[in-house]
């Protein structure tokens, strides 16, 4: 392909966001260095990205941040991708926590394997007793709103936009990343009290079949997506959330081979998200 025919990519990050525990910068930094040798590529602020989409191939969302602090601006970037038909990396298309975490009472529902999940005073029966219990906001991101609660607080809640949780006294946390629907590597916290001290994670074959089976719930063809997960006591894994909008990836923690291959596996997806 000649240079005049590659791909133009927006890439939307915020590299100045906080994260606590994690560099955004130096994750898209690396990422972006890579994909420039097969897109021409430009970064933006995800407050600028709805301004500038319209002059790009497609817009690929990486790690721009809750979009709590933005919400408005949110909204009139998907409006805008809808009504143009602008691609957009992930899909907008995304059930999980690109719409909010009211995914995880579809799952409790559906009998997935899910830390249970209710949003009513009236189902507060159906969860497990636990010492305690974790309260968040639907729309809430990076544990922005998280709290937790004795069970005798619970009824008092005020309920609508909120989700409660049994507490899991897990043994570790361990999440799956995926290019479309192929896993590429899994990493795992093996100090429940560090959840970003990570380390390479060996998975079992039963332990991909849990994971694969929220990657084809949710039904995105193309994009990046990672599923958290905790080590139940009884030794299930159970959901924590499934991350589809913008996934940090942990690339530091991967060596250079491991990082090589994430890299030319997202090379091909965008490929093939372009010629769709």
């Known amino acids: 392909m000649s240079a005049a025919a590659r791909p133009r990519l927006l890439y939307v990050t915020d590299l100045a966001y906080p994260a606590r525990g994690r560099r955004y910068c130096d994750e898209d930094i690396h990422l972006t260095s890579r994909l420039r040798a097969h897109f021409d590529l430009a970064l933006c602020h995800p407050l600028d990205a709805a301004r500038l989409m319209d002059g790009f191939d497609a817009v690929v969302v990486r790690n721009s941040g809750p979009v ?3 919400a408005a601006q949110y909204r009139a970037f998907r409006e805008h991708a809808t009504r143009t038909g602008a691609r957009v990396y992930n899909p907008l298309t995304g059930k999980a926590d690109m719409a909010g975490k009211q995914y995880l009472l579809e799952l409790t529902e559906a009998g997935f394997p899910v830390i249970p999940t209710v949003d009513r005073a009236d189902d507060l029966h159906r969860l497990p007793a636990a010492d305690r219990y974790a309260v968040k906001p639907k729309l809430g991101a990076d ?11 619970l009824p008092a809640l005020t309920y609508g936009s909120i989700l409660v949780q049994p507490r899991v006294e897990f043994s570790y946390e361990v999440s799956f990343y995926f290019v479309d629907h192929d896993l590429q590597y ?35 063809a193309h994009g990046i ?21 913008n996934p940090y990836l942990s690339l530091d923690v991967l060596d250079d081979a491991g990082r090589d291959a994430f890299v030319a596996a ?3 997806s965008l490929h093939r998200f372009l010629a769709g």
């Open 68 to 70: 709590l602090g933005y």
């Open 143 to 153: 544990s922005i709103g998280l709290e937790f609660v004795t069970a005798d607080l």
């Open 186 to 220: 899994a990493l795992y916290a093996p100090d429940p009290a560090r959840r970003w001290d990570l380390q390479p994670y060996a998975p079992t074959a039963e332990d991909r079949e849990f994971a694969r089976r929220f990657i084809e719930w949710n039904g995105l």
């Open 225 to 245: 997506q990672r599923v958290d997960a905790c080590r139940a006591p009884g030794g299930e894994l159970l959901l924590v959330e499934l991350e589809d909008l």
């Open 266 to 268: 997202t090379t091909r």
